[in-house]
């Protein structure tokens, strides 16, 4: 999953930006409305994290730019300014759901989870089983024929990601939109790296090949008795 958090209190937006990695999602940060609303232009988030009193152009501004504009992002807007005026506002001007600060982190998290819950996101699967594997989401443990698997953050998110996409082929475009922020060159070939390094982990000699490749068009989790390729 992949947000943007728009947050001009930079000790504030560096900590939930930090936590929200933690958590295993790919994370843009815009300072302002207006980079707000260039980011959100070039990049399919899943939900928009968005800060009401902001710099340039301000959160209501913006979420109501986004909804003219047709986007139909999951916004959660952020403000200082809890009384009931100000969530008439936010929520008239488009946005999704609405948090007063100071909040905890924790409810933030589980806002973000109901919001992409209503979009049909599987976000609240706690455990995926296939064959031998065993993914613990709230944990972010995997395991497989019951050892567990040392993953990194990125190669647990992409991991994470075919897991709950489970049932259908994940292209390379969707893969690098939802698991790399925008710091990813999407001319590298670090899908394909990351692919390679998670079957090496997860698909270790000897045992039944789960991640699977269709040539030319992404990949997904599963048993064939034939495998596609590496890449």
């Known amino acids: 999953m992949r947000f943007l958090l728009v947050e001009d209190d930079v000790a504030l937006a560096t900590s939930l930006s930090r936590g929200l990695r933690e958590q295993a999602y790919a ?85 973000l989870r109901a919001l992409l819950r209503r979009r049909g996101e599987q976000v609240d699967q706690a455990r995926y089983q296939l064959e031998d594997l065993e993914i613990d989401f709230p944990a972010q443990r995997v395991r497989r024929v019951g050892a567990t698997v040392e993953l990194t953050t990125k190669e647990y998110t992409l991991l994470a990601y075919l897991a709950r996409n489970a049932g259908r082929i994940v292209g390379r475009s969707e893969l690098t939109e939802h698991v790399w922020d925008e710091n990813h060159d999407p ?7 990351y692919i390679n390094r998670l079957r090496k ?15 030319g068009s992404g990949y997904y989790l599963g048993v064939t008795s034939t495998t596609s390729g590496d890449g």
């Open 27 to 111: 994370v843009d940060v815009a300072a302002d409305g207006e980079a707000a609303l260039y980011q959100a232009s070039i990049s399919p988030y899943d939900a928009i994290i968005l800060d009401v009193s902001l710099p340039k152009v301000d959160g209501l501004t913006v979420c109501r730019t986004l909804r003219k504009n047709g986007s139909a992002v999951r916004i959660l807007m952020l403000t200082a300014r809890g009384n009931t005026v100000d969530l008439i506002q936010g929520l008239d001007s488009g946005a999704d759901d609405y948090l007063a600060k100071p909040f905890e982190f924790d409810e933030l998290l589980a806002r």
């Open 187 to 193: 001319a590298t070939n670090a899908v394909e790296v």
């Open 201 to 215: 982990k997860i698909d270790r000699a000897g045992l039944t090949p789960l991640i699977q490749t269709r040539r």
